[in-house]
């Protein structure tokens, strides 16, 4: 499975006018590549992710393409991803630990689901996922209330990859629990693709230090669009946009001992997205901007699989 996202561009209609939270954002995810996905809150990580998924009726599609394997995907039609959705790509949506409908115990739940999909449940191999994340068999009778953060979070893992999706998407699945349980649930996610019962990964995160410790590759978005994107190691270690600096010596010590620090501490606020500044979306934060980040950088290939949008790093 590859993901190829070319300038997609989704805006959220408001009372206010367009919100253009996703403006203009060009990535590729190779098989088997689990991609990190972070940025401040606000930055339009949630909205990516959803945008490739499923659209809400808020959202509209105003450009851009999105193909798996080669083959476009529907993304601004909602009826026609209908035969997408679980199989090709699937998200556990930011906050959906605790939207899991409470009248309804798991095992009907993940019934309903796979019936919904035409399919029928297969016990042995549901209990084996439901091993695989460090559940027991019986939470299929039990209700969400009767189920701890952690536990709710590794069912909704399991059911998102039931149909063992080509992409998934993990919007925040960590940032409800402790730190412990981050740790366990960023393991499991790593499980999951290990297992092959997803192909690749985008894992949105606020937290840099946790998303290093399994993702192949971070991409860093800023303000709609995507910052930097390049292996893990080197988003960390060698930086080359002026933003992903500044987060990343907000962690001084990544993924060892500041595990739990989030990214914070950077002066200035993004721009509004209603009404977007030209040119480079950092650069009334930028240490480094100078008259031609007037001009928007173009998101360009520094070295292979390592692209900024820059025009200091270009
Ligand atoms: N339903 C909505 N209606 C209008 N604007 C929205 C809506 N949802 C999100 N936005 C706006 O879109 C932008 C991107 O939001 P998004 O939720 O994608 O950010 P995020 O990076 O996921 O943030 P967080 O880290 O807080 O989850 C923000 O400016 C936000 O205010
Ligand atoms: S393009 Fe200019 S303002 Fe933007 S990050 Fe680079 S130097 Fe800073
Ligand atoms: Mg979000």
Same mark, same amino acid.
Request: with cysteine.
């Given at each position: ?7 997609l561009?989704?805006?959220y ?7 253009r ?13 689990i ?20 659209l ?5 599609h105003?450009?851009g ?5 080669g083959v476009?995907?529907?993304?601004a039609d ?7 959705r ?23 739940m ?14 042995a191999?549901l209990e084996? /996922? #439901?091993?695989l994340?460090? &559940? @027991?068999?019986?939470?299929l ?5 009767? %189920?701890? *953060? ?5 069912v ?27 740790k366990?649930?960023?393991?499991m ?28 590759t971070?991409a860093?978005?800023?303000a ?18 002026p933003?992903? /600096? #500044?987060?990343?010596?907000? &962690? @001084?010590?990544?993924?060892v ?5 989030r %990214?914070d *501490?950077?002066?200035g606020?993004p ?11 950092f ?32």
């Amino acid at each position: 499975m590859s993901l190829t996202v070319t300038d997609l561009r989704v805006h959220y209609r408001t009372p206010r006018g367009e919100v253009r939270a996703l403006d203009g954002v060009t990535f590729t995810v190779a098989d088997g590549e689990i991609m990190g996905l972070a940025g401040e809150s606000g930055s339009g990580k949630s909205t990516l992710g959803t945008s490739l998924v499923r659209l809400d009726g808020r959202m509209r599609h105003v450009g851009g393409t999105v193909e798996l394997d080669g083959v476009p995907l529907p993304v601004a039609d909602s009826a026609a991803m209908d035969r997408f959705r679980f199989r090709a790509v699937s998200v556990i949506p930011q906050y959906s630990m605790s939207a899991l409908n409470p009248t309804r115990k798991i095992g009907k739940m993940v019934a309903e689901l796979l019936a919904s999909r035409g399919e029928r449940p297969d016990r042995a191999e549901l209990e084996r /996922r #439901l091993a695989l994340v460090g &559940l @027991p068999p019986d939470v299929l009778g039990r209700y969400p209330i009767e %189920l701890s *953060g952690g536990m709710k979070q590794r069912v909704v893992m399991v059911v998102s990859t039931l149909l063992n999706p080509s992409l998934l998407i993990a919007d925040e699945v960590t940032s409800a629990l402790d730190v412990s349980s981050q740790k366990a649930v960023a393991g499991m996610l790593l499980g999951l693709r290990d297992e092959g019962l997803v192909t690749s990964m985008i894992m949105v995160t606020h937290d840099i230090s946790l998303v290093y410790q399994i993702a192949d590759t971070i991409a860093v978005m800023y303000a709609g669009r995507l910052a930097e994107k390049a292996p893990a190691d080197v988003i960390v270690t060698a930086p080359r946009h002026p933003y992903t /600096r #500044l987060l990343i010596s907000s &962690l @001084p010590e990544v993924g060892v001992r500041q595990a739990e620090r989030r %990214l914070d *501490g950077i002066p200035g606020t993004p721009p509004s997205l209603l009404d977007p500044p030209e040119g480079c979306r950092f650069r009334d934060r930028c240490p480094l901007a100078f008259d031609r980040c007037a001009e928007r950088p173009p998101f360009a290939e520094v070295a292979p699989g390592h692209s900024v949008a820059c025009w200091k790093a270009v």
